[in-house]
């Protein structure tokens, strides 16, 4: 099983197993001699008693926390900075080669956002979508390589092998103008907002993807009159179990078969797509203004993989590799948007605007056993995601808020309520409204238009403000306020659309069916 198990199923905070206890002394005195390690790396051999120790090992030795390590401005262009290289410093027990990196992207980037394609293709038509989705791909590619670009000229500055994304941040904006320099320490605390809200999000999107497969399955196959809400108190206590488990490596296994199972699943959906010829009559190439958010939102969660890159380029044996015209970053994000447009286009081609939210609950499982197993396989490797998933907003609680206020003998038991009540909040926050279309478009729109767009053009302008001339510092800012507006735009307008269908959703005018949401959706867009 790969290591990077955090980084498969799209972890935003950089997280790795801690180091075993026999050999943190060792790594300690080998740090204080040797030369300086990853701060944001932990060996994957450890097994952690609680998450609370990781925050505590990443702390420099002068307890400065978040791996920021500040340098002297007017020493920015001392040969010594310019000499010092991060990735001839970094220490990986176990690194990976460029195929395995490339291979962790690609799976980190595939999930229930690529089942969704086809019905954000219904949202803008087969030209649009297919245009539109390649020009988001190129636009999150661009900024994934302004965040490693200005990670590395941090890097340097600071003698460090490598940054965090909250890290990162943080370091930026004590390196912009005076206004930016007093807003660094919060910087943090916003990012780790963001990348809570859509991890707690990402959670709920999985509850609403298993509960629905589940529900198509019993009440098409075996004549089982049986609502979404009710399988998901069904899943409630198995999913609380799954994330009582606090050792990522007893989930190792599960997630190996769910990786297998996702591949095979993919293949069969694409039978179904392909049996009988996609057509374009009946079909629109471009769909109505107002439901373009909706497509935003959708291709945003699905394409954007933020959260991965990091900590695949930290583990890299290579990492050099990772960037360039023919780099493991562009080969992936062309292969990810080629199989995202296929998925999406052909997908649409096939079932227009009766695609659902999720592919999966097109098949014909009423009548064909297979499309039913297709349907519980990934409802069960969905499943397995969630405790993967919900491990990184325990670590974002426990770790930087919860358990450092906590110092009683009772640290595990809280540490066991704090999984149980973000299982429960999740639980919750789906069956409130159970609409898998909603939830991506929402949590895409929100969450990734901020960490996959604003934030990296805002951190490269703090991290080149003073070193830069005059001119490229225009130019610079003029580039990245583009960005930076368009991802404001979409996240305003792609939450303020897909929240507009929630109200919908909650005055009674949707009964709970996919084939009523799409309706009503078409009949109550934004006047464009």
């Known amino acids: 099983m790969p290591k990077n198990i955090l980084a498969e199923m799209g972890s935003q905070v950089g997280l790795t197993p801690a180091r075993q206890n026999k050999k943190e002394a060792e790594e300690q005195a080998r ?129 460090v092998p490598s940054l965090t994304y909250t890290a990162a941040a943080e370091a930026a904006l004590s390196e912009g103008p005076d206004w930016c320099k007093a807003c660094a320490p919060y910087a943090a605390h916003v990012v780790n907002a963001f990348l809570l809200i859509y991890q707690i999000g990402t959670c709920c999107v999985y509850v609403v993807f298993v509960s629905e497969n589940i529900q198509f399955v019993l009440k098409k196959q075996f004549g089982f009159n049986v609502s979404v809400t009710d399988v998901m108190l069904w899943i409630l206590l198995p999913l609380i179990l799954i994330n009582w488990v606090r050792d990522l490596k007893y989930l190792a ?43 935003f939102g959708t291709v945003l969660f699905a394409l954007e993989a933020i959260g991965v890159i990091l900590p695949l380029e930290n583990e890299m044996k290579t990492p050099k590799d990772f960037v360039g015209k023919f780099g493991v970053l562009n080969r992936a994000m062309i292969s990810i948007i080629i199989l995202y447009v296929g998925m999406g286009l052909f997908g649409y081609l096939q079932y227009g605007n009766a695609a659902a939210g999720s592919i999966t609950l097109n098949l014909p499982s009423e009548t064909e056993s297979l499309a039913s197993v297709v349907q519980c396989l990934l409802a069960f490797a969905i499943f397995i995601t969630h405790g993967l998933a919900c491990y990184v907003a325990i670590d974002i609680l426990w770790s930087e808020y919860v358990g450092t206020r906590i110092h009683s003998s009772r640290r595990i038991l809280w540490e066991y309520v704090l999984r149980t009540l973000v299982v429960l909040v999740t639980i919750g926050i789906a069956a409130a409204v159970p609409e898998l279309d909603l939830f991506i478009s929402l949590f895409g729109a929100l969450c990734l238009s901020a960490l996959g767009l604003a934030f990296p053009a805002f951190i490269q302008t703090c991290t080149y403000w003073y070193y830069v001339s005059d001119s490229e510092r225009i130019r610079m800012i003029i580039k990245n306020a583009i960005v930076v507006l368009f991802g404001a735009l979409g996240l305003v307008v792609g939450t303020w659309t897909s929240l507009e269908g929630i109200i919908i959703k909650f005055s009674g005018q949707n009964h709970g069916s996919v084939a009523n949401a799409s309706e009503i959706f078409n009949q109550t867009s934004i006047a464009p």
């Open 253 to 295: 296994p599960f997630s190996a078969i769910a990786n297998v199972v996702t591949i095979i699943s993919f293949g069969i959906i694409l039978y179904y797509i392909f049996r009988d010829t996609p057509s374009i009559e009946g079909k629109v190439a471009a769909g109505k203004i107002a439901d373009f958010p909706l497509f």
């Open 31 to 159: 740090r204080r001699s040797g030369p300086v390690v990853n701060p944001s790396f932990e060996s994957d051999e450890f097994t952690p008693t609680s998450l609370s120790p990781v925050k505590d090992e990443k702390k420099s030795p002068k307890g400065a926390d978040k791996g920021i390590f500040l340098v002297n401005m007017n020493d920015k262009n001392s040969q010594e900075v310019e000499e010092y290289e991060p990735y001839d410093n970094r220490v990986v027990d176990h690194p990976t080669t460029n195929t395995e990196t490339l291979l962790h992207l690609l799976k980190g980037s595939l999930g229930t956002g690529i089942l969704a394609m086809p019905h954000a293709f219904s949202k803008s038509g087969y030209a649009v979508g297919a245009i539109g989705t390649a020009v988001i791909g190129l636009l999150c590619t661009y900024c994934i390589h302004v965040l490693m670009d200005s990670c590395y000229a941090l890097c340097k500055r600071r003698k």
